[in-house]
């Protein structure tokens, strides 16, 4: 499964979104900029 977490600036949960889905999926999501 892929699985991407959108990054914000001055948002500090995406870190904690990105630690799950490595969790739940076996695989590290891909972090990608909001722009």
Request: aromatic share 6%; hydrophobic share 50%; charged share 10%.
């Amino acid at each position: 499964m892929k699985a991407s977490v959108i990054v914000f600036p001055g948002s500090n949960c995406d870190r904690d979104v990105a630690v799950s889905l490595a969790a739940a999926s076996g695989t590290a999501p891909q972090m990608v900029w909001h722009a």
